[in-house]
């Protein structure tokens, strides 16, 4: 008999597959609201003609206060209402107010806009032109169940209801953001300090993760501690160690210039982080600081599992420990080196807190990232804070690109 | 380069380098441990230190006649010009530096100096050097330098960072080099820690941020957990493309993410709330985690949990019994890293939380970034936000260096 092997899809596999989604789900969904949903708002919003202040939509506001006083039965007073919108540009329609009238006052003569039911006060107001203002007065006087004193105003808060479209929401788009980012030359001087920063600082994070990893390549008492002492500028929080370089290179008080200064290097300090293109460098030079760990790790965890035997081999034929590290280190190095090199390059490309911590974006170090923040909260533009966004997504997608031709094939991911 | 390659002119040129590494190096060492002014000297390091080089070498084996006439020469010449004035020690004092302080120094500066030079030059001999040994003796100087610059470069910083945190404002503006502890003080020295915890609340901050951290990485690890098995161990359609992808939104920049997400936040008002914070830590955490654990899984054998199918056991219940209990070191390391990650988030803590009640210590040192606040408070708080994950980061290394390198590209 002819044994056919089963074509389609059988119905363990069909289970198997539906276990597999069941337990992504979770993680899908997380993912979709935390990123997938606001990536598409960002691209929303970057077509938006949108401020800081946009985001509060407008709203009928109503303040009221007792203008007289009431101590005993008899007493007059009025309930004033100070009504207005709280948009300048934005008007409010349907606006109703509804409140309660506490007890024991009596209601002499009412705006006709206003129905009373028993202490219930309904006013339909009708629409608020942007900016509208009002006083609106309720004559009252104590009756003659009156119990003093009288009970706050404000127990029963005034309630308003109206309707208003809020700029985020609507149908209206513009290039405008994109147009200005663009048209100014401040966009592409932006780009060039991104692209300094991260082709400088992965470049010499990994040069420098290079040679430390060389130097803790070898069993010796201390390697331990060494290497975790290495690992510090990782590990701390940025925040810890972007004030401490702060404060060592202060201009003013920094112990590096004071250093600088004793030793007749410099005449007068150096502000580090003030002075075009130094603070520049100087960010740069910190980024290499920071991730420099990193680079080591993976190198020395790629030297630790090169063949040994291969080294003696070169030792015995009389190669010379440079000819060693050329022809033998370097070349089972290339491949971590080439994914480290780009993934530390998107990586460098999106930082933003240690140059934001540093410099604040200040003295030519404004970066993509740091741009963002600086439009949406600086400027309280934030249609033009998403526009660069966009910008940095475009990128990152072309270089994720490129990571997944490269990188997929040489280390299998 | 061949003409480098003898004994007695390689041997010089090294000391002469390292003893200005050296000159430089007890310098800043004995500045910034007691305040007190020291120049190096470069040119005269230099020529004492091409003296030393040539002491240094290896005294065993012939004696030809230029050698000794080295030998004496450089001798005579060092003695010569610092009797007799015509050259500066290599280290010397600035204005109101202590004679004990400097002649310390110096003796410092002696040892570290020979002593680096003969291991350096060990086994080198006077005359021509082979190719091997020639690069030999300049990759042990190079590993002598690494050493030191490395060290001085990561500890340097942290030095500062809590010496600052010791002293007054006062005495770091009148001598930013002085570092030296008044002892006298005894638990005053410690005062703004005092303050930190009394005043500004930072008791409260360090258990909001544990608090954060923790929870972080118990969400994070209930999510990626089943995801990473899914994607390491089932067959399913997409299932290339989800590694992928995962891949891909572990690379998407957190100030894109941010700004919408302060905007959603301002409006659903989960803004200032610790809720807000935890619903997203974990999610910019979940990828990472997925990635790591599904890669460990994968270096699982199937069989064991095919043993376990065969036996009736479901899948859950293989995850559960067999899995798990296989894979608790790359759990601890993923937890570990992400408890990492989430302790030093600042980003989002800095534009979510505005309410001082509910501030994370990354965000309660940003709050003491102010002229106002005396740079001690500003480093106590930056010491104690450190501590803490260099304690966990120094008693599990081995698991952190793990999950460092398994998955974390990220920075």
């Known amino acids: 008999m002819d044994a056919k092997a089963p074509t389609g899809i059988g119905p363990l596999e069909r289970r198997e597959a539906r276990l597999a989604w069941g337990l992504l789900l979770p993680t899908l969904i997380s993912v979709a609201l935390v990123v997938v949903l606001p990536l598409l708002a960002i691209f929303w919003i970057s077509f938006k003609p949108i401020e800081l202040a946009d985001l509060r939509a407008p709203e009928a506001e109503a303040y009221e206060r007792l203008r007289g006083d009431i101590a005993a039965p008899g007493d007059a007073a009025a309930i004033e209402y100070r009504l207005s919108n709280s948009s300048r540009e934005v008007p409010v329609t349907g606006v109703v107010l509804r409140d309660v009238i506490p007890d024991g006052l009596d209601v002499q003569d009412l705006d006709s806009r206003c129905t009373l039911i028993v202490t219930q006060l309904i006013c339909v107001l009708g629409d608020f032109e942007p900016g509208y203002r009002e006083r609106l007065r309720i004559d009252v006087v104590a009756g003659a169940d009156f119990v003093a004193p009288l009970p706050s105003l404000r127990a029963s808060a005034a309630q308003m209801d109206g309707e208003a479209s809020s700029d985020l929401f609507n149908a209206e788009f513009t290039f405008d953001n994109f147009r200005t980012l663009f048209d100014g030359g401040e966009f592409w001087n932006v780009l060039g300090v991104t692209l300094f920063y991260t082709v400088f600082g992965t470049i010499g994070a990994l040069v420098v993760g290079l040679f430390a990893a060389l130097l803790l390549n070898k069993s010796f008492k201390g390697q331990g501690i060494l290497r975790g002492l290495y690992l510090f500028p990782y590990v701390a929080p940025v925040i810890a160690v972007a004030f401490t370089w702060v404060i060592l290179l202060d201009p003013f008080s920094g112990s590096i210039n004071a250093l600088l200064v004793q030793m007749d290097v410099v005449d007068t300090p150096i502000n580090f ?24 790790l993976f190198i020395l965890a790629r030297m630790q599992s090169i063949d040994a035997e291969m080294y003696e081999a070169a030792e015995m034929d009389g190669a010379s420990p440079f000819q060693q590290f050329w022809y033998l280190s370097v070349p089972q190095l290339l491949g971590i080196l080439s994914v480290l090199f780009l993934l530390r390059f998107i990586w460098t490309f999106n930082k ?25 909260f600086a400027v309280s533009n934030i249609g033009a804070g998403a526009a660069v966004a966009v910008v940095i997504f475009a990128c990152l997608l072309i270089f994720a690109l490129f990571f997944f031709k490269f990188v997929s094939r040489e280390e299998g991911l | 380069m061949s003409a480098l390659r003898f004994g007695y002119i390689l041997a010089p040129l090294l000391g002469a380098l390292w003893s200005v590494v050296i000159a430089i190096v007890v310098a800043v060492v004995v500045s ?6 020291l120049k190096p000297v470069i040119w005269s390091s230099l020529v004492v230190g091409a003296v030393l080089g040539i002491f240094a070498l290896p005294q065993g084996g012939k004696w030809s006649r230029n050698r000794f006439v080295a030998h004496s020469l450089g001798a005579v010449l060092v003695v010569a010009l610092v009797l007799f004035g015509w050259m500066p020690l290599p280290l010397v004092g600035a204005e109101g530096t202590g004679v004990a302080v400097l002649q310390i120094a110096r003796l410092l500066y002696l040892i570290a100096a020979v002593w680096g030079l003969r291991v350096m030059l060990a086994e080198l001999p006077w005359e021509s050097l082979t190719r091997y040994e020639f690069e030999a003796a300049i990759i042990r100087f190079l590993t002598g330098f690494g050493y030191i610059f490395f060290t001085a470069l990561v500890a340097i910083p942290f030095y500062v960072m809590v010496m600052t945190s010791l002293k007054s404002q006062q005495a770091l503006l009148q001598n930013p080099l002085d570092f030296s502890l008044d002892w006298e003080k005894g638990w005053g020295l410690l005062r703004s820690y005092s303050e930190l915890f009394g005043q500004f609340n930072f008791g409260s901050y360090l258990l909001t941020s544990a608090f954060v951290a923790v929870m972080t990485v118990l969400i994070t690890l209930l999510f990626s957990v089943p995801g990473a098995y899914a994607v390491a161990r089932l067959r399913f359609k997409g299932r290339a493309a989800m590694g992928r992808s995962i891949l891909l939104i572990y690379m998407v920049p957190m100030i894109v993410l941010a700004l919408p997400i302060y905007i959603a936040f301002s409006m659903l008002e989960l803004r200032n709330s610790l ?7 974990p999610v910019t955490t979940i990828p990472v985690a997925l990635y790591m654990l599904q890669g460990y899984f994968r270096g699982l054998p199937a069989e064991v949990e095919e043993a376990g199918l065969m036996d009736g056991l479901s899948r859950l219940a293989v995850i559960w019994k067999i899995t798990l209990p296989l894979s608790l070191p790359a759990m601890a390391s993923v937890s570990l890293y992400v408890f990492m990650i989430a302790w030093n988030e600042f980003l989002l803590a800095f534009m979510l939380l505005d309410d001082p009640s509910k501030f994370t210590l990354t965000r309660g040192i940003a709050s003491l970034n102010s002229s106002e606040i005396p740079r001690q408070h500003l480093m106590a708080g930056s010491v104690i936000a450190t501590v803490p994950i260099m304690l966990i980061f120094l008693g599990l290394e081995r698991f952190m260096t793990k999950g460092l390198t398994a998955g974390s590209v990220k920075g």
């Open chain 2, 32 to 37: 910034f441990a007691t305040g007190a002014g």
């Open chain 1, 352 to 376: 933003f807190d240690d140059i934001f911590l540093l410099t604040g974006g200040n003295a030519g170090t404004r970066t993509l990232t740091v741009n963002v923040y600086e439009q949406a």
């Open chain 1, 273 to 296: 982080f003030g002075e075009r293109p130094l603070a520049l460098i100087m960010v740069t030079v910190f980024e290499i600081w920071r991730y420099f760990p990193l680079s080591f």
């Open chain 2, 275 to 281: 809720t807000g914070i935890l619903l997203i830590y």
